[in-house]
């Protein structure tokens, strides 16, 4: 909940036609150290207030659309990781999920647990990303260097289930490679233990910080309306105050068996974007303690993929020994698993909103055409309008927390 | 399998509203697993667009791209353009096409409707060439300004041209 | 065992600190040459340019954070301005559209400067072999040391860094104005 606290000044007037005013035009960008990442802002300066703002962004374009074309299934999910690259296993589960949407796949139960698992792990990393660099862009750097060492923990879980730290390449249609190792179980009950201390922490450093809060309540505001327009999903549509979220619209993965709340905003500020990302790592901590407790009771100690031969690669003992196995393995690997025609959307709620994932098959071994939709790319473009009369240094802060990942920006 | 929950009663009051509103307007109207799939002409899909989201709630828009099919098994070459309505109230999804000929590959530009469309149009010209009136800065996007063609088409080359160390009698190409 | 906030803990280990360069010492009096002089002072005191584009940035991130701490390498400041870094480190993907844009950087950077490519993207494209992508930086400026791996491990950036070091520690005072050098500025056309 926040106020705007200084309403009366905070807007600058605008000059208006005819005024005789000196603006001057400053180009923030493509390698500016205040943005973290390669975007280009051309700015029209009033002294020091945002007139207007002009993007051209496509820096790092890698044309994924194009190279999915030419990729087995497989491969693709190697293609997603650099989406945006702070929270890969999401990609890679979203990715998954609309393969075996296509397939017609039903996961068993405990794969679901363990992809929540994965997920929810990957949206905390994605989220302390965020927020620790707001607190870097108001000056904060020590809690961008406390909750840098708790986000290691992530990572060695990672390295657990798949042996990745950043680009995961985690899981495979129909489930995981294998089984969560007792280490990784081990590490992620851990996890649980030790990252609420640093969370809060970390949140007390921040959250009622006087600086802190006078820096961002009321900066780069947003009203719903021009949010929903503007294609906004996620935290960011959700510090608007809208308590939109695909997990629980369009449940996916078993969440419709969870209990969480949706955190929102009611101004749609930097305050209240870091809030929601705040909240959700917590709900995201106590979703990955409920699938914990679910793989515990569940009377299914073992399964971690679903029955999908031609999907799956089978263990190495069985391919030596087994026609079978040597036949489905030689598929596998080169990409000839059969594919149905058709056409499915299937959308994961991703770090930044709503992944989605439109995938067209003729049949072939590649797709014909994948779409990626990219929360990033979509909602990158109202930014002119959220810094319209604000201050330059403002303008950083809401970039920050609108957490515009160049990967999954340009694609 | 993940799916969206399938709202038959809803998709056949879409496809009604459709088809009363525009009566040649409707060309296919698909099934794909969780998902209704409404083709509809080239001309309908702006005015298609403004009826949904005006009289049937569907207030947000998903994704817009473009999609090329090149000539082959009696079609013809053509571009397509697909575009994903989503209701937040009803939960519910739906899918609208359209396709036009290669050579006059022209939309009215969405972002009258929905100002989200603005970049998703530049990037269907980016990569496909499709064009659309109307809309306030129609330039590439993600390409360089001068890239000579629209990469995404089927016939252009994926990988990079000015590569020397590949020996295609190592790859078996 | 509990700790006392107060009570000071025993030291990990004892601070390291960089050998002197060969020389003759005496009271009072120390001589060597002055190449490997100024090479320790280099080396130890490298100002870099973090170029991050992409994935590698994450894991430069990391590297920058408590867990790995690059500042043990004599790397506590971060130089964002070009103007004065010794070293430019290109960390993820460069797109053709980027290309011009890390060339100006480069020569933007004053002498001498070292060039490490972190990363697949950087070093060769990586798995990107497509029509927007630059096939490696090396296409546009001259680079000291690659870092290979897709992102590399914050081991794998530090194990860069101290190529980087021993590179810089052995350079001779002349190589900058050497005929090889002024010949490979040249071949990238950078004057």
Request: proline share 6%.
């Amino acid at each position: 909940m926040s106020t705007p606290m200084r309403p009366d000044h905070w807007q600058h007037d605008l000059v208006k036609a005819g005024e005789h005013k000196e603006l001057n035009v400053l180009n923030l960008g493509p390698t500016h150290p205040a943005t973290h990442g390669i975007f280009q802002n051309v700015l029209t300066m009033d002294g020091e207030y945002i007139q207007s703002a002009e993007q051209t962004i496509g820096y790092i374009h890698r044309a994924f659309e194009k190279l999915a074309e030419r990729r087995p299934f497989y491969q693709i999910t190697t293609l997603t990781d650099r989406l945006n690259y702070c929270s890969s296993p999401i990609n890679n589960m979203g990715w998954h999920m609309t393969v075996e949407k296509l397939l017609g796949i039903q996961t068993p139960e405990r794969v679901d647990y363990l992809r929540i698992i994965a997920m929810e792990l990957a949206r905390i990393a994605d989220h302390i990303i965020c927020n620790a660099v707001i607190g870097v862009d108001t000056g904060a750097l020590t809690g961008f260097t406390y909750i840098f060492q708790d986000r290691e923990l992530i990572y060695d879980i990672y390295e657990e289930i798949c042996g990745a730290r950043l680009t995961t390449n985690m899981g495979r249609i129909g489930g995981f490679e294998r089984d969560f190792s007792e280490a990784a179980w081990r590490k992620i009950r851990h996890f649980l233990e030790h990252f609420p201390k640093k969370l809060k922490e970390f949140e007390s450093l921040l959250v009622r910080n006087r600086i802190f809060m006078d820096r961002t309540i009321g900066c780069g505001a947003f009203p719903l309306d021009r949010a929903l327009a503007y294609g906004f999903t996620g935290p960011n549509l959700r510090a608007c105050g809208l308590d939109h979220d695909v997990r629980v619209m369009d449940p996916y993965c078993s969440y419709e068996k969870f209990d969480f709340t949706i955190p929102i905003g009611t101004g749609g500020d930097t305050y209240d974007r870091f809030m929601v990302r705040q909240r959700e790592m917590w709900e995201s901590l106590s979703i990955i303690r409920q699938a914990v407790e679910k793989c515990d009771r569940l009377a299914d100690r073992t399964t971690y993929k679903a029955d999908v031969p031609e999907w799956v690669l089978p263990p190495k003992e069985e391919v030596y020994n087994e026609m079978e196995a040597l036949i489905y393995h030689f598929k596998i690997v080169m990409g000839e698993s059969e594919v149905p025609a058709g056409e499915v959307y299937h959308c994961v709620e991703g770090g930044n909103g709503e992944l989605g994932f439109y995938l067209v098959s003729d049949g072939g071994r590649t797709p014909f055409r994948l779409h990626f939709r990219r929360p990033c790319f979509i909602y990158y473009q109202a930014f002119p309008e959220m810094v319209k009369g604000i201050m330059l240094s403002d303008a950083i802060l809401t970039m920050s927390s609108m957490n515009v990942i160049a990967g999954e920006l340009d694609a | 399998m993940p799916a969206f929950t399938i709202q038959a009663e809803r998709d056949q009051l879409v496809v009604d509203r459709l088809r009363a509103a525009f009566p040649d307007g409707v060309v296919a109207d698909e099934q794909f697993h969780d998902m209704r799939c409404i083709t509809v002409r080239k001309e309908v899909l702006h005015p298609a667009l403004r009826l949904l989201r005006d009289e049937l709630d569907f207030n947000f828009l998903t994704t817009l791209c473009g999609m090329h099919h090149p000539a082959g098994a009696g079609a013809e070459e053509r571009l397509g353009l697909v575009v994903h309505l989503n209701s937040f109230r009803h939960r519910h999804r739906i899918r609208l096409k359209a396709y036009t000929a290669m050579k006059d590959p022209v939309f009215p530009t969405f972002t009258d409707l929905w100002p989200t469309t603005n970049w998703m149009e530049r990037e269907a010209w980016d990569f496909f060439g499709i064009g659309f009136t109307g809309h306030p800065d129609l330039k590439r996007i993600l390409n360089m300004e001068d890239f000579p063609a629209f990469p995404l088409r089927k016939d252009y080359p994926l990988e990079d041209p000015t590569r020397e160390d590949k020996d295609n009698s190592m790859f078996g190409r | 065992m509990k700790q006392d906030a107060l009570t000071p803990r025993p030291a990990l280990g004892k601070p390291t600190i960089v050998p002197s360069p060969e020389g003759h010492s005496g009271p009072g009096f120390m001589t060597v040459s002055l190449e490997k002089a100024v090479g320790l002072a280099r080396k130890n005191s490298i100002w870099p340019l973090p170029f991050a584009t992409s994935c590698c940035g994450i894991e430069f991130m990391a590297t920058m954070g408590a867990n790995y701490d690059l500042a043990r390498f004599g790397m506590e400041r971060l130089s964002f301005s070009p103007r004065q870094s010794d070293l430019l480190m290109v960390m993820g993907t460069i797109a053709k559209k980027m290309a011009p844009i890390l060339r100006d950087v480069y020569t933007q950077m004053a002498e001498p400067k070292w060039v490490l490519s972190v990363g697949a993207c950087a070093s060769s494209g990586g798995i990107f072999d497509t029509y927007s992508v630059l096939q490696g930086i090396d296409r546009v400026i001259p680079v000291d040391v690659y870092v290979p791996g897709c992102p590399p491990r914050p081991e794998q950036i530090i194990d860069g860094i101290l190529k980087i070091q021993e590179l810089v520690g052995q350079e001779g005072m002349r190589r900058r104005y050497s005929k090889e050098y002024e010949e490979l500025l040249r071949k990238y056309k950078i004057d």
